[in-house]
């Protein structure tokens, strides 16, 4: 009980430092305006894609034509299915997220600064990822990069990955599928850049302990209902 207790008021302490922050939270659950939920989201078929046999009586042309066209749609409908597979598990994620606490660090606010600098500042899904990988990138930069980690190859292999996560992580097509603003190629670089070199890593050795890593808990998928309004920053 003395332990839960002093527990506890390390908490309100640390609730106290970040205040104002908090006070001034730029994130909160925001609904598409016209966006509703629908099974078939979740229930991925590819179009069916038939194309018809020429005729003898039709020209290779107008053949070549109707295939163009037929392969266009297929395309069209097999795009669309998949972004809306992905609001859903966007909107799962943002539950996730609004659910615990993660945002109100320091390095959270750090890394929000330097996204809002670039002027994506309001991409709440860019935040989640890219807050992921920098943790871990930033928590195990510190392990000997010769020694074998707990994920199957060496600790130098895996910072590389998280590296190169924080870059895809701001290209994730997932980030932009209601017409958000893309950072260029150069912009990507230079973002990482200042995540990295500008945000201490000590702040990051504790957080997932502390805090999780807002991995999506599907609870939120599955209660979803026909009709219900998705989350979408």
């Not at 390390?10 to 598409?32: A, G, K, L």
């Not at 659910?99 to 390095?107: A, D, I, P, R």
């Not at 850049?193 to 502390?210: S, Y």
Request: charged content about 30%; glycine content about 4%.
């Amino acid at each position: 009980m003395q332990e839960k207790q002093n527990q506890w008021e390390t908490y309100c302490q640390w609730v106290d430092s970040r205040q104002e922050w908090i006070d001034n939270y730029p994130f909160e659950p925001t609904y598409h305006r016209t966006l509703k939920f629908s099974k078939a989201f979740t229930e991925i078929e590819r179009p069916r894609y038939n194309p018809r046999n020429r005729f003898r009586t039709e020209s290779f042309d107008d053949y070549n034509k109707y295939l163009k066209k037929s392969t266009a749609v297929f395309n069209a409908n097999l795009a669309e299915l998949s972004a809306n597979s992905e609001r859903v598990y966007n909107h799962a994620q943002l539950k996730t997220f609004y659910s615990n606490y993660l945002g109100y660090t320091e390095e959270f606010e750090m890394m929000h600064d330097i996204l809002k600098e670039f002027g994506y500042g309001d991409n709440t899904i860019i935040h989640i990822n890219l807050f992921r990988a920098l943790t871990r990138y930033n928590s195990e930069i510190h392990e000997d990069p010769n020694q074998m980690s707990p994920y199957n190859c060496t600790w130098a292999e895996r910072q590389k990955r998280n590296l190169s996560l924080i870059k895809g992580h701001l290209l994730l097509r997932r980030a932009y599928l209601n017409g958000e603003p893309k950072p260029s190629l150069d912009e990507v670089e230079a973002i990482r850049t200042k995540l990295i070199n500008e945000i201490p890593r000590e702040g990051f050795v504790d957080i997932e302990e502390r805090f999780g890593l807002n991995a999506v808990n599907n609870k939120y998928r599955k209660e979803l209902k026909e009709g219900d309004p998705l989350l979408y920053r």
